[in-house]
Structure formats: C-alpha cells, structure tokens
C-alpha cells in the first residue's frame, strides 16, 4: 500500500515574487479566456482550502507589487472568473457554526473580511493585517473597471442575504459599507484611494456594529515577505 502524501505547508521562506510573476504570465499570455481562468483555478485548487491564505498572498503580492499591466492582467481574468461563477474561493466556518462543523466557500475579498470579523478556530485575522492585504486585493481587482462593479454587486448580494447563514447580523452593515464605498469610485479614481476608502468603510462600519478592530494577527496568516 502506497504511504499517505505528507500535509501540504508553507515553505520557511516562499517566494511569493516568483508565484506572482507566474499567475501574471498566465493570466497575460495564454490564449483564452478559458485557458486564463482554468491557470487561476489550477493555481487555487493546487493549494487547498487549507494553503487558501498562501493564494491570497500571492494576489496581495500583485496588488502591492505588480505594475499596472500586470494587475490589469490579473483583474481581467478574475472578471471572466465572476461571470462564469468560478471566482477561486476558499472555505470559512459560517457564522455561528461550532468547530467549524459548517462552512461558506469565500472569495478572496469576503474570506478576509470574515477572517477579521468573524474569525473561525484560527482566531481572528488583526486589523492591521486585514488592512493591508484588503488594500492590496482590493487595488488589484480595481484595475478592470467591470471586475470592480461585478465585485461591487457581490459583496452587496452577500450583504442583503440574512439567510445565507455566511454573515453575521453585525458584519453585513460592514461589507455593504465596503461595496457603497467601492461602487461610489470611477474608473478615474487612483485604484489605491479606491481600496483604502472601501476598507475603511468597512473598519468604521464595523466598530459602529460593536467589532474589535485590534485583534492579534490569527494563526495561518503568512506575514508579507520582502519584495525579491
């Protein structure tokens, strides 16, 4: 009988630059739409829901480090990923579920906002930690005006949705904070000012609801490496 394959963890030092530059070259040069999109599922699927942070990380390196191309790149296959119902999510405890015995599969902009809000049994994802890697996905899908707007209706679906059993009564006012934010911006708004208004607005929002905002950062989260 073969031996079981050993967990999947993060490298000591992984290098985040280079997992970047791959998802761009995919998303720039392949000659598809599907071939575009079916590079970022592979790259999703590939990790896991449990390596799901390390595929946000590598958004948040492109969000923080790429060029304008390079996101716009990235932004417009997650445009074709949100109209063909195939935006790479990750899985989070629903609200109120015990060891998370139930779980909501996430994007990428709503797996952060319910690991700061509403943490599961890795505990809560810190404020400042939450702000910057919201920022940088956040600038990154702002690139492509239309992925701005198809994740603007999103967040805002979700936060309408009481019944949906992902979000809590306190933190539905808070992401549909963010997607007012976000939807109010024009494709001439600095993606940058775009991100960092929508995440405020849901920081503010969120202590109205009685939210803490300086929590510890949350076991799991693999802390921003320097630019290589």
């Not at 702000?131 to 309408?160: E, F, G």
């Not at 809590?168 to 808070?174: F, I, K, N």
Request: glycine share 8%.
């Amino acid at each position: 009988m073969s031996q079981l394959a050993a967990p999947l963890t993060p490298k000591a030092d992984p290098d985040w630059s280079g997992a970047a530059e791959v998802l761009i070259e995919g998303c720039a040069h392949l000659s598809t739409e599907e071939e575009r999109v079916r590079w970022l599922e592979r790259l999703c699927l590939s990790l896991g829901d449990a390596l799901y942070p390390a595929f946000l990380q590598v958004l948040c390196r492109i969000g923080e480090h790429g060029d304008a191309a390079a996101q716009k790149a990235v932004a417009d296959t997650l445009v074709l990923a949100l109209q063909t119902g195939r935006l790479p999510s990750g899985r989070h405890a629903a609200w109120g579920a015990a060891h998370g015995t139930a779980t909501r599969a996430m994007g990428p902009i709503e797996y952060l906002c319910a690991w700061h809000a509403q943490p599961d049994g890795r505990g809560l994802l810190g404020a400042t930690a939450f702000d910057r890697a919201a920022r940088s996905v956040i600038t990154l899908v702002s690139r492509s005006d239309m992925a701005r707007r198809m994740y603007c209706a999103k967040l805002q679906a979700d936060a309408q949705d009481p019944l949906g059993g992902a979000w809590s009564r306190g933190t539905r006012p808070a992401l549909a904070a963010m997607a007012r934010s976000w939807a109010a911006t024009t494709p001439s708004t600095p993606p940058q000012r775009a991100a960092a208004d929508a995440v405020d607005a849901f920081l503010a929002e969120l202590r109205r609801a009685g939210g803490d905002g300086a929590a510890p950062v949350a076991s799991g989260w693999i802390p921003p490496a320097p630019v290589r």
